[in-house]
């Protein structure tokens, strides 16, 4: 089963190529981009895929710059890859473009909120969950009630909000 399905899998999948744009080094060894990275290769490698051979990555892309961002799915497009993963949210407006360019590769772009009904998605973990926890954990080590919570960006991005308030919520569950 394991290893036979393994490489039937290998074998029907020799083919798929899966790209990911990185918004700092695929040689990270910890941080964001190193999670993606470890999940991408680990799921590759689950669905038989082979990341040496099969993955395509374009790495430091500025998710601020909408040019570059647009290279690097024309640069993996190019280079056949029928799935991409965009790991920054500054990345949504261009992949959501490219996406209509290129009807036939599913794009997969982490966090935002947008998304297509035939080629592009986002996904995002219930994130909150973990901020509601961590909020109990603060609050109960407190000792002046005095807690601040450090956001990535500001208020108007909806996973900044909800994990403020997750967090504050855990606050004040044990407050």
Do not use: W
């Not at 399905?5 to 990911?20: C, H, L, Q, T």
Request: net charge negative; charged share 15%.
């Amino acid at each position: 089963t394991g290893s036979a399905s393994s490489e039937a899998g290998s074998a029907a999948n020799a083919d798929f190529k899966v790209g990911a744009i990185y918004i700092n080094s695929k040689n990270d060894t910890a941080g964001y981009t190193y999670a993606h990275h470890n999940g991408i290769t680990t799921a590759m490698k689950e669905l038989g895929l082979d990341p040496d051979s099969q993955l395509v990555i374009v790495d430091e892309v500025n998710d601020n710059d909408y040019d570059k961002i647009a290279n690097a799915v024309d640069t993996l497009v190019a280079a056949d890859c029928n799935i991409v993963f965009a790991i920054s949210f500054g990345y949504m407006q261009a992949v959501a473009d490219k996406a209509a360019e290129y009807p036939d590769v599913i794009f997969s772009h982490a966090t935002g909120y947008m998304s297509n009904d035939t080629n592009f998605n986002n996904y995002f973990g219930r994130i909150y969950q973990a901020r509601y926890l961590s909020g109990i954990a603060a609050g109960l080590k407190t000792k002046s009630n005095k807690i601040g919570y450090v956001a990535a960006m500001d208020v108007t991005n909806s996973e900044v909000t909800g994990g403020i308030n997750a967090f504050a919520m855990g606050v004040e569950s044990v407050n």
